[in-house]
């Protein structure tokens, strides 16, 4: 497996093998890499005939009070699990490398990005689309694999790569719950025993809104309650319930298109995302 630590390797590398007529999957990650990870370069390796993995904390996704200095770090493990899963190469930039000292040019989705995890963090996508435009350009991949977990930043990247034509296929891999259900989370670390099982309110939330939308219920308010009536006791703070249609991430009453219920919560100082895509 190769460490790419400059720009100049990845294209080199990549260059090689698009000689040879293979194709390349790219998994944007910031590291400390788990299952969930994992899941998306099985999902890269059944599309592409190389994978490369980016490891890079990008600042630019962070708002000023949030976790970028504390953000768990760990590349020796992130190294060994890439080599336990068959990935042929690690892009590891550095911040230097990937932002100029002066840089000025952003890529800002103005819809999709403007609700759920935007109204909290409203620099959020703007950094997450920039630097996964950047990360396709350097990598030159074919295929890039976003987990479902951060439901509405694939669909910002998609909603990007369609809108700029970028001529990448961005598959949306299935969320990966820990066994307990709590969604899989490098951000999952922060949290106490009790914090953990306080945060297991979200996945009974999403899952027993589920359950009545198979079941039949169409209604948002109907949904919506079932899922307070799991997380309003948990302890959390909530930053958002809501049910959104996937088109436009706008809410609806009553679903009669693809909707997504999403949620975030904070447990003690840390914000946890979870999510179910309601596919009428
Ligand atoms: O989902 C993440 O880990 C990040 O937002 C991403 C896509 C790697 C961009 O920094």
Redesign the pocket.
């Known amino acids: 497996m190769k460490i790419l630590r400059s720009i100049e390797d990845t294209r080199a590398t990549v260059q090689a093998w698009h000689k040879k007529g293979e194709t390349v999957a790219l998994v944007?990650?910031?590291g400390y890499l788990h299952q969930g990870h994992l899941s998306l370069v099985k999902i890269a390796k059944e599309n592409a005939d190389h994978v490369l993995v980016?490891v890079?904390?990008?600042p630019t996704?962070f708002g000023p009070n949030e976790d970028f200095d504390k953000y768990p770090r760990d590349f020796e493990h992130d190294e060994s699990l890439c080599n336990q899963a068959g990935v042929d190469g690690i892009f590891y930039p550095t911040k230097e490398l990937t932002y100029a000292e002066d840089h000025s040019t952003w890529v800002q989705e103005e819809n999709l990005s403007k609700t759920l995890c935007g109204v909290t963090r409203p620099i959020h996508f703007r950094?997450?689309a920039t630097?996964?435009l950047k990360?396709f350009n350097i990598t030159q991949c074919q295929v890039a694999v976003?987990?479902r977990k951060?439901a509405q930043?694939a669909l910002i990247?998609a909603r990007m790569v369609r809108d700029l034509n970028v001529p990448i296929k961005i598959i949306k891999a299935p969320l990966i719950r820990e066994e307990d259900g709590l969604a899989r989370s490098?951000r999952n670390k922060y949290l106490s025993k009790s914090e953990h099982q306080q945060a297991l309110a979200l996945s009974r939330a999403v899952f027993k809104a589920k359950k009545l939308f198979d079941a039949g219920e169409r209604s948002s308010s109907v949904l919506l309650d079932a899922a307070h009536s799991e997380i309003d006791p948990s302890g959390g703070i909530i930053d958002y319930v809501e049910i959104m249609s996937q088109r436009a991430l706008r809410p609806i009453a009553t679903i009669t298109e693809p909707a997504l219920l999403a949620v975030a919560v904070k447990y003690g100082k840390t914000r946890l995302i979870d999510n179910v895509f309601l596919e009428v």
Do not use: A, R
Request: proline fraction near 5%.
């Open positions: 944007p990650t910031m980016s890079f904390v990008n996704q950094g997450v630097v996964c990360l976003f987990g951060d930043q990247i490098s």
